[in-house]
């Protein structure tokens, strides 16, 4: 946009240049006040092109101007290049040709005029391609920005998809765990206790009866407790995660010392920001190890009954870089899907700061 207005500065001042030179054949040759409203007449369509995007046509009003004077002053002829330029800039070249007819016509000197029209064409020809070129690259870059746009949209809505396919995931798996425990392990716990209060009614009457009811209750305790410890050894995950996972992350991490720290109830976080956390960790870590010269790096989680904070910190120097890599930049544009900030400085050492708000939903109760 920039470069535009450049150039619509650089054609403006072209076209006022014209009125400097008819202005001075006018003081130099011929100082009559036909010539005089002619250039005002031209002065007054310039500037309104100047200050309006008018239609090419009216181009037709300053070269019958101009014919209109050929009998009163020689100046009418130059005059004649304003069209030309105009014609020529707006990509009408075979119209700004006709008007070379004029130099059949003229009483000035006609290699001067020629080389006059000659220059007003090659500057509208020049100008008419630099807009092009450059309205070209504005709707290139437009576009760009809009396909950019539109993805950083489409990532947002995968995030949140996979942020709610988690949600559903774990409700389900929740759904599951509860119905399996109710309909075997309260069953059977139910069952026992039934037997305990019958047990207590025969055991002085049938002792018989008393002693089958008191296998019964061991064989369902038993049950229960053969398939609890079944329930709970399928839903043990068998990979890290949680703050165990990024404490696994410090612990193997071989570049850096690393001091971890952690505080609050940790089993606030939902499974999908763990995610986002475990990523920051790792890129804050990677480009620490990569570009700065630290000795120690402190990372602090912190989480309370509103929010998740990840500080990552060192005591080196970076290098200065204007603008965060696609790695960060991708964990800021998570870190906004789920309603929270993602913060880089580099004038104290490398300083990453994750803030997530935790959802008040009945799935983190």
Same mark, same amino acid.
């Given at each position: 946009m920039k470069k535009l207005k450049e150039s619509m500065l650089l054609i403006n001042g072209w076209r006022f240049l014209y009125f400097g030179f008819l202005i001075h054949l006018w003081i130099m040759e011929d100082s009559t006040n036909s010539s005089f409203i002619l250039i005002l007449l031209l002065l007054v369509m310039t500037s309104l092109r100047w200050r309006f995007a008018l239609p090419v046509w009216l181009v037709l009003i300053d070269v019958l101007l101009c014919f209109l004077y050929f009998p009163y002053t020689t100046i009418s002829y130059y005059g004649l290049a304003l069209p030309i330029f105009e014609l020529s800039l707006k990509g009408k070249w075979l119209f700004s040709l006709l008007i070379f007819v004029s130099l059949f016509f003229s009483s000035a000197n006609s290699n001067l005029l020629f080389w006059y029209f000659l220059?007003?064409?090659? !500057?509208?020809?020049?100008?008419?391609?630099?807009? +092009? @070129?450059?309205? $070209?690259?504005?709707?290139? *870059?437009?576009?760009?920005?809009?396909?950019?746009?539109?993805?950083?949209?489409?990532?947002?809505?995968?995030?949140?998809?996979?942020?709610?396919?988690?949600?559903?995931?774990?409700?389900?798996?929740?759904?599951?765990?509860s119905r399996e425990l109710h309909d075997h392990l309260g069953h059977d716990l139910t069952g026992a206790s039934l037997a305990l209060q019958a047990y207590e009614y025969v055991q002085d009457q049938d002792p018989e009866e008393a002693k089958k009811l008191i296998e019964e209750v061991k064989n369902r305790l038993e049950r229960s407790t053969k398939k609890l410890r079944n329930t709970v050894h399928n839903i043990t995950p068998t990979t890290l995660i949680g703050f165990e996972s990024l404490e696994n992350i410090?612990?193997? !991490?071989?570049?850096?010392?690393?001091?971890?720290? +952690? @505080?609050?109830? $940790?089993?606030?976080?939902? *499974?999908?920001?763990?995610?986002?956390?475990?990523?920051?960790?790792?890129?804050?870590?990677?480009?620490?190890?990569r570009h700065s010269n630290a000795t120690i790096v402190e990372v602090d989680l912190q989480v309370t009954n509103s929010i998740v904070r990840l500080l990552v910190q060192d005591n080196g120097t970076v290098e200065k870089i204007s603008y965060p890599g696609s790695g960060l930049r991708n964990l800021q544009i998570r870190s906004r899907s789920m309603g929270g900030s993602l913060s880089i400085s580099r004038e104290n050492g490398f300083l990453l700061v994750c803030v997530i708000p935790l959802e008040k939903g009945e799935e983190n109760r």
């Open positions: 220059q007003a064409f090659f !500057f509208g020809f020049f100008s008419f391609f630099t807009l +092009k @070129s450059q309205l $070209m690259f504005k709707r290139e *870059a437009d576009e760009q920005r809009k396909a950019r746009y539109e993805l950083e949209q489409i990532k947002i809505e995968l995030l949140e998809a996979n942020q709610s396919v988690s949600r559903q995931a774990e409700l389900m798996e929740r759904y599951r765990i410090v612990q193997y !991490f071989p570049q850096l010392a690393i001091k971890f720290q +952690k @505080s609050g109830d $940790m089993l606030l976080v939902p *499974a999908h920001q763990w995610a986002l956390l475990e990523a920051c960790l790792k890129e804050a870590l990677t480009n620490v190890a």
